[in-house]
């Protein structure tokens, strides 16, 4: 698929470029563009960057500090940024729980929240999953009790991506136990600092520590922290996830990992043939080429609907992480014995100064590849959202 360029975005997409080469750190741009770990110093810095153009919140309303851009050009964006290697934007404040925020929320949030979440002077984390309830997050256990102006939160989430640097949480909680399930739900905003608060990271298979069990021992929360009304959680719940499951598609970053997989696969490592000549590869990286192309012109499409994601964001979280995993997947299996095996231990930033067996893009792959196992998993996983697009969607 070859986009057409309005004049108009043909002169947005320059003011991009120009903007990246000038303002994106180089020392950003090669840790995300070589699959190193990005701390959070360097996700604030490139998003401080960012706001300081006024172009951090490409999603939000003009009136709270978006952009104004059109669909098309918060597309063109957002794959100029993946072609330079800029670090993604923290999705937890900005493209979460900010839209929430908006539609649910007080004028006093608005005011205190949003205007922090634009300056990354808060770090957020995503309080649903629990033990024994992830993709049934209508199960979920932790309970608020209404104590005065105060809620008492106790329970246990989990998988909360990132906790160990946040500032605060939003989260599901229950609230009410007499009816159905979803009825009883209730959505809080939680300051991590609060006594009562343990967080207890999770090393997960490529050695990272990003996810964590966040448990609350009888944490005291203002009820001015609850969005909207109580037991109404589970409706700003299915709001919140149609945001997330929209970015999850990540077609720009896709698209630049492609072009970083046709480049490795051109390459001749071991001095033979090039692993691109081999038919039966470059049939597969054609095949996942066909998806991409597909997987942007849907997104295309659920960007310019004005009433905003609805069950069709299931599709997009489907096809964007199965694009995504076949891309690592197929990246390891062109690199072959340099990617493996894979030592948690030795992947360590000072240690790349020494002289890499193979080529110097190889080390990062194994980690991402076992990272990337994730993603049809998280934002509910990939079977979840195809019971949606039966449901909601078939309407089988």
């Not at 999603?59 to 800029?86: D, I, R, S, Y």
């Not at 690592?328 to 790349?352: D, I, K, S």
Request: hydrophobic share 40%; aromatic share 8%.
């Amino acid at each position: 698929m070859e986009l057409v360029l309005s004049p108009e975005d043909a002169a947005f997409l320059e003011e991009v470029r120009a903007f990246l080469t000038k303002k994106l750190p180089a020392d950003l741009a090669n840790k995300s563009a070589t699959g190193l770990r990005l701390g959070k110093d360097d996700h604030v810095r490139w998003q401080k960057i960012l706001h300081e153009k006024g172009w951090v919140a490409a999603n939000w309303p003009v009136e709270h500090g978006g952009t104004g851009w059109t669909a098309m050009q918060k597309h063109l964006f957002e794959e100029e940024c993946a072609a330079a290697g800029a670090p993604p934007l923290i999705p937890f404040g900005l493209l979460m729980v900010a839209p929430v925020i908006m539609a649910f929320g007080d004028q006093a949030q608005k005011d205190r929240y949003l205007p922090r979440i634009l300056r990354s002077d808060d770090w957020w984390c995503q309080g649903y999953s629990e033990p024994g309830s992830g993709s049934d997050l209508a199960s979920l256990r932790t309970k608020a009790v209404l104590d005065g102006d105060h809620y008492v939160v106790t329970g246990q989430k989990t998988w909360t991506t990132l906790a160990q640097h946040a500032d605060m949480m939003f989260t599901l909680v229950r609230t009410d136990d007499s009816g159905k399930r979803q009825e009883g739900i209730t959505f809080l905003l939680i300051d991590m600092r609060s006594p009562g608060i343990t967080v207890q990271p999770i090393t997960t298979m490529d050695g990272s520590q990003e996810i964590n069990s966040v448990f609350l021992d009888e944490v005291r929360v203002p009820v001015e922290n609850r969005i909207g009304e109580e037991g109404k959680g589970w409706t700003y719940a299915k709001y919140l996830l149609g945001h997330e499951r929209t970015g999850i598609a990540g077609t720009g970053r896709s698209k630049a990992q492609l072009r970083r997989l046709k480049d490795i696969a051109r390459s001749e490592m071991s001095g033979g043939r090039p692993l691109i000549e081999d038919p039966d590869f470059a049939q597969r990286i054609a095949q996942l080429e066909l998806d991409l192309l597909s997987l942007e012109s849907l997104v295309l499409r659920v960007l310019h609907d004005a009433k905003g994601p609805g069950p069709e964001a299931s599709f997009l979280k489907i096809k964007g992480t199965e694009v995504q995993q076949m891309l690592t997947e197929l990246m390891m299996e062109a690199v072959g014995p340099y990617a493996a095996p894979f030592q948690p231990e030795a992947f360590r930033e000072e240690l790349w100064n020494e002289e890499p067996a193979g080529p110097d893009y190889a080390p990062p792959l194994a980690p991402v590849y076992f990272n990337w196992r994730k993603a049809s998993i998280y934002g509910g996983s990939n079977e979840i959202q195809r019971n949606i697009i039966a449901k909601a969607v078939l309407g089988l």
